[in-house]
C-alpha cells in the first residue's frame, strides 16, 4: 500500500498517476480542506477489463491516520464493462482532513491517473466541477447518416453536482443542445479539453448557457471535427433532466 499526502485541495486540480495490481491493491491519498468547499474527484484511464474502486474517508478522530475511525463519505466504483471514468462530485464537503483509497478490484494491473480538486460551494455555485470524466461515452454523434441525435435522462443534486458526457464529431458539424424536464436550476456547459489533461483550463469553455431556476437551457454551436465534452451542473437544489445532444453535418 502506497501512501501520498496531497496537502491542501484547492479549485486548482491535481492530478497523480500511479498503478494498483492483484499483489499491489490499495493506493491512499490524505488531503485536506481549509475551508467548506464543493469536493470533486475523477479516477481515468480505466479500460474495460478490469475493475477499481475509489472511497472517500473524512478523519472523523483528527489523528491524521487513515484507521477504521474514519468515515466514508462518497465511494464510486468501475466495473470493467466499459472504459468510462470514474467520478465523485460531492456538494459541500466541511473543513477537515480527508483520504482517497483507490482499490484493485480485477483484471491485470491497472495504470490510473487521479483527479482531485475543491470548488468554491452552492447554493449559487458558477463554479462547477472543473474535472472532466468521460461518465458517459456517447462515441461520434453524427453516426452513419451524418444526423445524429441521442437523449438522456438523469438526475443532479448535492449528491452528485455534475454529469460529463463525452463525445466525437468526425467531420465539422452543427450541434445542438437542450436541457429540460428541471425542477431546480441546473446548468450546461460545451467543453473542448485541447490539452488533453481531462481538465477545464481557461478558453476550454466554447458555449455555456446559464437560465433562470427551471428554465430550459439551450445550446448551439459550430464544431470542427474532433473530440468534445458537455456537462450538466448543478446551480441549486436537486433535480432530474432530460437531455437532448444532436449534430448534422455542415
Do not use: C, W
Request: negative net charge.
Amino acid at each position: 500500500m502506497a501512501t501520498f499526502n496531497l496537502g491542501v485541495l484547492s479549485s486548482t486540480p491535481i492530478a497523480r498517476e500511479e498503478e494498483v495490481s492483484s499483489s499491489d491493491r490499495t493506493d491512499i491519498y490524505q488531503f485536506s480542506l481549509g475551508s467548506k468547499r464543493n469536493f470533486n474527484l475523477a479516477l481515468t484511464g480505466l479500460p474495460t477489463g478490469v475493475q477499481a474502486a475509489v472511497s472517500v474517508y473524512k478523519d472523523t478522530n483528527n489523528n491524521s491516520i487513515f484507521d477504521e475511525g474514519d468515515q466514508i463519505v462518497a465511494s464510486t466504483f468501475h466495473d470493467g464493462t466499459t472504459n468510462t471514468d470514474a467520478a465523485i462530485n460531492r456538494q459541500a464537503f466541511s473543513a477537515g482532513t480527508y483520504f482517497a483509497k483507490v482499490t484493485y478490484g480485477s483484471g491485470d494491473l491497472i495504470d490510473y491517473k487521479l483527479l482531485l480538486s475543491a470548488t468554491p460551494p452552492g447554493p449559487g455555485t458558477i463554479s462547477p466541477s472543473n474535472l472532466l470524466a468521460k461518465e458517459i461515452e456517447i462515441g461520434d454523434l453524427l453516426g452513419l447518416t451524418g444526423v445524429g441525435s441521442r437523449t438522456f435522462d438523469d438526475l443532479i443534486g448535492n449528491g452528485d453536482t455534475a454529469d460529463v458526457y463525452h463525445f466525437r464529431v468526425d467531420y465539422d458539424a452543427t450541434f445542438r443542445a437542450a436541457l429540460s424536464g428541471l425542477s431546480a436550476d441546473a446548468d450546461v456547459r460545451l467543453i473542448k479539453d485541447f490539452n488533453n489533461n481531462q481538465i477545464v483550463d481557461p478558453g476550454e469553455t466554447i458555449a455555456r448557457s446559464m437560465n433562470g431556476y427551471i428554465a430550459p437551457e439551450f445550446i448551439t454551436a459550430s464544431l470542427d471535427a474532433g473530440d468534445y465534452y458537455f456537462q450538466v451542473y448543478q446551480y441549486s437544489g436537486d433535480t432530474t433532466y432530460r437531455l437532448n445532444l444532436s449534430a448534422s453535418l455542415i
